[in-house]
């Protein structure tokens, strides 16, 4: 018996030492995980080795990322994986767009690290329209104006803090500012890059031009650089304090970016949503569509895998629910909420874009109110509440199929539902019926998954996108729901 299971355990080692672990840091506004990636038997098998939360600070009346303790929970992640002796050879970090920070000459952080929900950027808007139109910007970029990306961030900071900008010495998402202090090594990645709205969406490039329009410091925008790009390997210090070295390689570092790349699909013509904090729906296009109409419909045009264009709608998404939960639902799960939004009745309807919902002190007032001053019926109890905004997400994820199916002429039967948000069986049960398509729901760690296929892309696990997508459809339960 001992000898069998010092066989046993002598195997075990083996299949360690022998398996390929790629590992993504998936950093999300509310939470951030470390999840292990490896292929056996032809299937991608995923484990989460560690996980801890994230949220914006009050700080002296800015809303703040807490930078230094979202690192210090990546160090701790790595860690983790040298105790369990899984220790993954490549490793990438996503998170969400638009935010970033400046670097000085030392490389210290200039300022606060400002989140997009602040209210810096208000007003920002009518200073850039000065310099330029939103339609030639529109023209230019491709990208749906929305008051927190990173050209209204910077105009807040030359208008309230032009000497942050006098003292920058480059500028990284924050993605990128992670990868710097994992391995000394600063590069831009193109896919987070255009969420800035400062990308030119033809030349897939810093467009220069604008952003000397604008006054903002040409030297700070570094080269861009693609998904499944190396960085480096992890500087010294970092190998000594997680007890190992491994290549960091670049995802698509925007957490959208990456979900997408995970879409399950094996046609070309995918129609998705990665459903989470934010409802990002969409499909992919080879050329951005940056025409008028385009961009009266509230359409961006936001870099992905290979030069592809997410052509996608920002819809607030599971926002909503998630703030609801925390002011009148904090003992019930997702789960229960979902039941008892299922058995209401409630026919009212909101905007989930309009702006009052994006930071509002009170989610279900301003769902109240909404509903107030259109005529509709007050929601009161916790089901009406997410009733209403179930069943309003369902409306606009219709509404914005028509619009989709309008811009690129296609028709698309099916929709696939990808992140977190894929687990909502009520949203998903309401979107089936408001598209008119089947909906095929899965997998829930699309954007973690996403990271870990670029990494296998580089180091040719997957000879194409095809290949690796097919292979998340063989790897996870996809569920469906007819129209």
Known sequence: MKFESARKRSGEQMEQIQTEYYLAVDIGASSGRHILGYRKD???????????????????????????????????GLRRCKEINKIPSYMGVDTWGVDFVLLDKQDQIIGKTVGYRDERTEGMDHLVQNKISNRELYERTGIQKQIFNTIYQLMAIKEKNPDWLDRAESMLMIPDYFHFLLTGVKKMEYTN?????????REKAWDQELISLLGYPKHVFKELSMPGELVGNLLPKVQEYV?????VLLPATHDTGSAVLAV????????YISSGTWSLMGTEQRNAICT???????????????????????????????????????DLSFAQICEMASKESIASLVDCNDGRFLAPK????????????????????????????????AKCYGDTVTEIEEMTGKHYSTIHIVGG??????????????????VLAGPIEATAIGNILAQMLHTREFSSILEARTCVKESFAIKEYDA
């Open 42 to 76: 032809g299937k991608l098998q995923l484990e989460e080795v560690y996980r801890f939360q994230n949220g914006l600070e009050n700080q002296d009346g800015t809303l703040c990322w807490n930078l230094p303790q979202l690192f210090d929970e990546i160090l701790t």
């Open 264 to 271: 399950p699909a094996v046609t070309e013509d995918i129609l």
């Open 243 to 247: 007890g190992f070295d491994c290549q």
């Open 421 to 438: 948000g894929a687990n909502a069986e009520y949203l998903n049960h309401l979107t089936a019926r408001h598209t008119k398509r089947v």
């Open 362 to 393: 009170s989610m279900t007032e301003a769902i109240r109110c909404y509903c107030k001053e259109t005529n509709q019926q007050e929601p009161q109890t916790i089901g009406e509440v997410a009733s209403v905004i179930y069943n309003s997400l």
């Open 292 to 330: 008028e109409e385009s961009q009266k419909n509230n359409f961006t045009n936001e870099g992905g895998y290979e030069h592809r264009f997410r052509y996608l709608k920002n819809i607030m998404g599971l926002w909503m629910i998630q703030s609801m939960k925390k002011e009148i639902a904090q």
């Open 193 to 201: 890059a255009t969420t800035t709205q400062l990308v030119h969406a």
